[in-house]
């Protein structure tokens, strides 16, 4: 008898494959000996490839993080964030150009061209963002989601036009100030200094920004307020302030992202957010979006799938299909596990 009590109790335990589950498990199995196959054809094409993707992970991580913020304070979806990340790469190539008069063989006087240049970058899209949520957002508060939803659209396509007026249809390119030999060299792979600023700046500002948020006064209102601004309010925190706080931090990593992005791959372009925006919020929403460390996940892992796809040489879909994989990706996502890798499934209302 008290072995046919606990039969139930030892079936509830075995885990249950649905359909989509085993198809799931079918093609990472796929993809994993695809890459395997890729790694024992070309090892040191296979390694370099791996080391771009994170380089361009850590782009995709710091504008990732800005929807992450935003998400978790109003859940809003900010469209316009890929935008505010264009106008930082624009900022950058003037800051650095006309202000600094940086171009190449500056030597060591590039690097504290470079951080001045990343200080004001961020301040700059900071306060643009900031200004955003204060025009755009914040009179709509209340409104149903719909609402401050098409307004972010709105205000995308209201940045594009100022980057069309400003700078033109054409790509805007950077100087090309940094060293052309490689920081290392081993058996075929290379790593340039192009890559390695992007990781020096972005691990940096991901640290700064966990600290920010995990052990500061206004990070705890950050939290706070994420979880029930009612409740925060009545604390005594200042509500109106800290989602405009996170507006400026989000603002500020857009900045940081755009300045990478324009000295690591030289050339900006008007349109160039809004596309790599979307890029960042599927990061953001396979990582788990309003999840911090789900976000740099997230963004990490279309970093690589993207160099993998369009960098290995053996039977991949090719460059082509980059866009139709990651938003694929999104749609499964959201289809199967719509809280993300990292995020917790909630219950609606209640």
């Not at 070309?42 to 993080?65: D, K, M, Q």
């Not at 994420?226 to 931090?249: C, E, H, P, W, Y």
């Amino acid at each position: 008898m008290a072995a046919n009590a606990s039969a139930p109790t030892l079936g509830a335990r075995i885990p249950r494959l649905s359909i989509s589950g085993i198809v799931g498990i079918i093609v990472v199995i796929a993809g994993a000996l695809l890459l395997l196959k890729n790694f024992t054809v070309a090892p040191s094409r296979f390694v370099e490839v791996t080391l771009i993707g994170i380089t361009v992970g850590c782009v995709y991580a710091l504008v990732a993080l800005g929807y992450t913020l935003v998400y978790g304070i109003l859940e809003l979806i900010n469209f316009a964030h890929g935008d505010v990340f264009m106008l930082g790469g624009m900022f950058t190539i003037t800051y650095a150009t006309h202000f600094f008069g940086l171009h190449h063989g500056q030597g060591s006087l590039t690097v504290p061209i470079v951080i001045a240049t990343l200080v004001l970058t961020m301040l700059t899209c900071g306060f643009i963002n900031a200004s955003i949520e204060f025009i755009a957002y914040k009179p709509l508060r209340h409104a149903p989601r719909l609402a401050p939803l098409i307004t972010a659209i709105g205000v995308s396509f209201i940045i594009q036009d100022v980057g069309l007026a400003w700078k033109g249809p054409n790509y805007i390119t950077a100087p090309d100030v940094f060293p052309h030999r490689d920081v290392f060299s081993f058996r075929g792979v290379d790593y340039g200094w192009n890559k390695l600023i992007v990781v020096v700046i972005t691990i940096p500002v991901l640290v700064a920004l966990t600290w920010l948020v995990q052990r500061t006064r206004q990070g705890k209102a950050m939290r706070a307020t994420a979880q029930d601004k009612d409740a925060a309010a009545i604390m005594g925190i200042n509500v109106n302030r800290t989602i405009s706080f996170t507006f400026l931090i989000a603002g500020s990593l857009a900045g940081a992202a755009g300045l990478c992005y324009s000295l690591y791959v030289t050339t900006v372009r008007f349109d160039q957010g809004f596309q790599l925006g979307l890029i960042a919020f599927t990061a953001a929403v396979l990582g788990g979006i309003g999840n911090l460390p789900g976000a740099v996940l997230g963004a990490i892992l279309i970093g690589l799938i993207q160099a993998w796809n369009e960098g290995l040489p053996w039977h991949m879909p090719g460059s082509d299909w980059t866009q139709s994989i990651v938003f694929s990706i999104l749609i499964l996502i959201l289809v199967f596990r719509p809280e993300g890798l990292l995020g917790e499934r909630t219950p609606e209302g209640g």
